[in-house]
Structure formats: C-alpha cells, structure tokens
C-alpha cells in the first residue's frame, strides 16, 4: 500500500516547529497575532515570521498552514484580509478557516484554503457546499468512525471536488485537547469573563472544579474527584488502523500552546505509528510502547473520543498533567565545537550529574534527547555540575547559544 497520509502537527513557537519537523510531520499549522484559536494560550507568531517560516517548511518539503479560524465581526475584515494577502505573499501552503468571510476572501484571491472543525461539518452534503472554497475539510469531532467512512466513500460515489480540481481530503483529529463544546464552540468563557473561546480567548473554565449550591437550601458541596466538564485527552494511536482504513487522509495533532517536548514525542509516535501500518508491521506491542511514550509528555490521561461510538463521559479527575516525566531547566547554551561534538553551557538553576536524561531545546535546535556521559569544568572531569558554572559535555548534534538544557525526571 501507498503511504499517502498526512500527519499534521502544532507549531507554537520556532522550537516547537522544528521539533515537528524533525520528528516528521508532513505539515505544520500555527497562528500569528490574533483571529486565531489559540490567540490567548499560544505564543503565536506575527505576520514578519511568515516569510521564515514559509522558507523553512520548504526547505524540509513540509506544507504550512496558516490558522485564522475565529468568528469575525465586521472590524476585522481589513485585518483579515492583510492576514491572508501577507500569508498567500509569503507562500504560505493554506488558510484553516471556518469563518464564510475569510473563505470568501480566499477564494477571491486564490489561496488555498482548508475548513476548520469549527465549521461542524456532519454530512456529505455539507461537504458538497464547502467543495466551492477548500480543498480539505475537517470533520466534526463528534462523528464515530462509520460516519467518517461514510462521508469519505460518498466522497468518492459523487466525485466532490475542491477548487484545485482533486477529491476533497478529509481532515481528522489523532490526538490532544478536547474541548467539552460541540466541535470546541464554546460560549462559557463569553458569559462568565465576556473572553470568547470562538475568538481565541477561552479561559478554559472546563479545566476547574467547581462547588454545587442547592438553591433552596443554600447546602454547598464539592464535586468529589472529576472535573465535570474537562474531557480527557484524545488519543487514537490503539485504533490508528482503523482511522486509515475509514479513507481520512489528514491527521492532526492537537497542540499548538504545547512546548517542544510534546509536539517532538507525539509526532515521532504517530510517524511511526502511520508508517507501521502500510509496512503491515503495525502490532499491539508496538501499541504499548507509543503509549508509554506518550505518557512522558503533557497529558490528561487518555481517551478514544467519540470515533468508537463511546459517549462523552472521560473526564479528568485532577488539574494539570498526568505525563510520567517532567522537566527542569538547568542550563543555557554557549557554544558548540563541530569537530569534538562537544557542546558548552552555564547552569543557571538547579544542578545537573552524569547519568541524568537529558533535553535541549531551541528555535533552530527544536527538540533532542540526550543522556550526560561526562562533564567537564575547565580541563577537569566532573560528576556534578553546580549553578553558575560553565561546563562541557559530548553532544552528537550541535547545540546554539540560543539552546535551553532541561533534566527530565520521573513525576512524584
């Protein structure tokens, strides 16, 4: 069989891009500034960054995705409309939009465009409408993996097209965030704090516990042990084979205010999760052992979504992560020496010992894992390294000044 899936990935920041990239993803989606998503909880780039990184997806032969999938109001049509202009300038793949405004726009100037889950999309016939702007559409998360092999042979059976003239694609979330809203519009966030989620500035209220008041009585009590309205994570890495087979050809990471860590482990478990299948090596051990590497990153504790035809009732029952890692910065970079693969740093914080695990990150470096062999302070060798001090250490793949040193450690 031919590989011809798609595997998306977040990208909020330089570091987490590279880390995409290098991990494997086919593509890349990611805000600037505002009229996205994740305006509030991302740190997004701005319009100058997109010539670069347009330039770096290229170099990498990886698609980039520009994200601009908030509800508009009629003052921001020009900013939207310099949005996609500089986007389309800078060669930048595609727009993921779920406003008709932009998708009007796009479609007056030629730039591709893709429809955001925030679009609801449940029907073929729905899909037939959107035909007339985008190329891939991105289907609601609520539907079950039937209803997606439904849409995707009905795809097929009508001959829907996009404008480019090709099938249109069918875009699936693989993993990351759910929002507890159908198809992540939710209007909490507006009423209780007038931020609304559907312009990019949820407070995420669903993360919180929260205490019950019986009105009558005025008897208050805490809800014991979940956080009623905070879904664990989607996570469709056991079921991967059945995804493919139900014709989705794009599959999306969720992520974008994920650091580098993050996106680098779950695109690397999801390239070789995809690549296992069409090389008929895809086996419940291998199931396992992504799992477990999952589990080492930012999670919520995992779920199978709505694609198995479970209802929605996995909910979080603490705040925070459940990732059996965590991380702690200790040093920065200073220099590297190509030809000894030695790298330098200052410890800024904490301590770091021979044998710890190590992560380096950076916004040219992206994401690498290591572990310290030796330590080095001036001429002499060393088992522990202590805050102020400059040190060296063997390091196979070069390290920049801009480069940040963490300790990975078991969670408590």
């Not at 993921?96 to 998708?103: C, G, K, P």
Request: proline fraction near 1%; aromatic fraction near 10%.
């Amino acid at each position: 069989m031919k590989n011809s899936i798609e595997l998306m990935s977040p990208a909020g920041s330089y570091e987490a891009l590279m880390a995409a990239i290098h991990a494997g993803c086919n593509s890349v989606y990611f805000g600037v500034e505002q009229l996205n998503m994740r305006a509030r909880s991302a740190n997004n780039f701005t319009l100058e960054d997109l010539k670069n990184i347009a330039n770096i997806c290229k170099e990498h032969n990886v698609k980039s995705y520009l994200t601009l999938n908030t509800v508009l109001y009629d003052h921001d049509i020009n900013l939207m409309k310099s949005i996609v202009n500089t986007a389309k300038e800078s060669g930048i793949t595609a727009i993921i939009a779920a406003d008709h405004a932009v998708m009007n726009y796009a479609k007056k100037i030629g730039m591709e465009l893709h429809v955001s889950t925030q679009a609801n999309i449940s029907n073929i016939d729905t899909i037939e409408f959107y035909a007339n702007y985008a190329d891939v559409v991105v289907l609601a998360r609520e539907l079950s993996l039937m209803q997606v092999a439904e849409i995707t042979r009905e795809i097929k059976r009508r001959d829907i097209r996009g404008p480019k003239g090709n099938l249109i694609e069918i875009e699936i979330f693989a993993h990351g965030a759910l929002c507890m809203a159908v198809s992540g519009k939710c209007y909490l966030s507006l009423h209780s704090h007038f931020a609304s989620a559907n312009r990019g500035a949820c407070i995420q209220n669903c993360r919180r516990n929260y205490i019950v008041t019986d009105k009558e009585d005025g008897i208050e009590f805490e809800i014991d042990n979940e956080y009623i309205m905070s879904a664990k994570d989607l996570c469709t890495i056991g079921f991967i084979d059945q995804i493919l087979d139900a014709g989705v050809i794009v599959l999306k990471i969720e992520g974008r205010g994920r650091a580098a860590d993050y996106v680098h482990t779950v695109t690397k478990c999801y390239r070789e999760a995809i690549d296992s299948y069409y090389e008929g090596t895809y086996t419940q051990e291998k199931v396992e052992a992504w799992m477990k590497q999952l589990e080492t990153v930012f999670n919520r504790g995992f779920w199978d979504g709505y694609y198995l035809g479970k209802k929605m009732g996995e909910w979080h029952d603490e705040n925070g992560s459940k990732s059996t890692k965590r991380k702690i910065y200790v040093a920065k970079g200073e220099h590297y020496f190509d030809k000894a693969q030695i790298g330098q740093f200052t410890l800024e914080a904490q301590y770091l010992s021979v044998g710890d695990n190590i992560m380096i990150t950076g916004p040219t470096t992206g994401y690498l894992e290591g572990k310290v062999t030796e330590l080095r302070v001036g001429e002499k060798s060393v088992e522990r390294v202590n805050r102020g001090e400059s040190f060296t250490m063997p390091f196979a793949e070069k390290i920049r000044a801009s480069d940040k040193l963490y300790k990975l450690v078991d969670s408590e």
